[in-house]
Structure formats: C-alpha cells, structure tokens
C-alpha cells in the first residue's frame, strides 16, 4: 500500500490535486491545513517556521521547503513547542550524510543555493526529514539538549 506521499505523488501524475507553492519571507507557524504544502523559502530575511504540533496532524502530514532566493539571512524550521527532539533523517550535501536524530531544528544556513530543499513528514509521534544541498553546510542541524 502506497505512503500517503506516494499516493498524492500518483495524484499529481494522473491530474489530481496539485499544490501550489507559496513563497514564505517571515514568520510563520503551520497548521494541520498545511498538509502538502510547497514552501518557496525566501534567505533575503532570518525568520522561523514552525511545524505543527505532532498531536494536531496525522500520520502522513508533510511539507517540502525549498531555496527559491539566495541571501545573508537564515531560516530555521522546527516542531512546536513541546514537540522538541523529535526530528529525524539525515541531512546530504557534496561531500557529506549526516545522521538527524533527537534533533530540534533544520536551518537554511546562509550558505544554502538556490533549489536546496528539506521535507518533512509526520509519522504521528516523530519528524521524518530528508535535508538535501549542493553545498556544503547549506543546512544545519541544532539540538539544544
């Protein structure tokens, strides 16, 4: 049986419901209404995005962030309050995989080129994450424990 991403990719394939991406320059906390969305990341700026809280959305939530506009700023993504050491996956860039676990956040450093991305998809108790760059430390992992 296909994962709900999967199902909504042979969605799209076939003419179902597309997503439009929204690009994002501030401040922002999501919402179970969120579900699939297409995160055009603006770094011109240094703001966070929260990602909902785990108990609000089911299994299968995700959103995709991607680099749509090189800068100076940064741009953390992170579970909600509460939901703290809950992301994990890994984190690729040209040199290098790194292992996510127990982790509070996914930062679009600086660094980070145009087309970077980072999903992220609820399995309904943990953030399963897949950060990609084509640069080295285009994303950063922070734990605060």
Known sequence: MPSPFQTRQIARQIGGPT????????????N?????????????????ITLPKLSTVSAGWNATFHNNDEGSGAVTVSPATGDEDTMYGHKIDVTDTVAIADSDAIVFAAASLLGDRLYCESDGTRWHVEAMSSVNNGHTVTDSD
Request: charged share 15%; net charge negative.
């Open 19 to 30: 997503y439009n991406p929204t690009m994002l320059a501030a401040t922002k906390v999501l």
């Open 32 to 48: 179970s209404g969120d579900d699939g969305q297409i995160w055009l990341i603006d770094l011109d700026a240094t703001f966070s």
